[in-house]
């Protein structure tokens, strides 16, 4: 998946995972902070991405989540393990799935399309 679609999907799993509220996110492939707006409630996920210009949003329960990314017509499907601090998923404009873990607030995505790892933090 794209950069900026990544990041969406990096924070949105950071966010579930650590309960942090903030609204941007270091970016290290990039070296920038991309910012964001939204809301976590319990099983509903609305997210506003200002790189993209446009929302995430989608529903889940007990770790699995459907979210639709409005502004490219996309679907990604996100699975994850809070306990263990994981998570993993598919991207279905992309057609890759990814993985990922959360330590402190370090969130590394390896994404099967370019086979390599990405780092931020929230």
Same mark, same amino acid.
């Given at each position: 998946m794209?950069a900026?679609?990544r990041?969406?999907i990096a924070?949105i799993?950071?966010?579930?995972i ?6 941007w996110m270091?970016d290290h492939?990039r ?8 809301? =976590? $409630?319990?099983?509903s996920?609305?997210v506003y991405?200002?790189e993209?210009?446009s929302?995430?949003s989608g529903? !889940?329960?007990? !770790? @699995?989540y459907?979210l =639709?990314?409005?502004?490219?017509g !996309?679907?990604?499907?996100l699975?994850v393990n809070? $306990?263990? @601090?994981? =998570?993993?998923?598919? $991207?279905h404009?992309? !057609?890759?799935?990814f993985?990922?873990?959360?330590t402190? @607030?370090?969130?590394r995505?390896?994404d099967?399309q370019g086979? $390599?790892?990405h780092?931020?933090t929230i």
């Amino acid at each position: 998946m794209d950069a900026a679609n990544r990041s969406v999907i990096a924070y949105i799993a950071g966010r579930l995972i650590t309960g942090t509220d903030v609204w941007w996110m270091q970016d290290h492939d990039r070296g920038h902070r991309v910012h964001f707006e939204g809301s =976590f $409630e319990p099983g509903s996920v609305k997210v506003y991405s200002h790189e993209l210009h446009s929302h995430v949003s989608g529903f !889940g329960a007990e !770790g @699995r989540y459907a979210l =639709f990314q409005h502004g490219v017509g !996309g679907a990604v499907d996100l699975i994850v393990n809070a $306990e263990e @601090r994981t =998570f993993s998923g598919w $991207e279905h404009q992309s !057609g890759f799935h990814f993985f990922g873990n959360v330590t402190n @607030r370090t969130i590394r995505l390896y994404d099967y399309q370019g086979m $390599e790892s990405h780092l931020y933090t929230i």
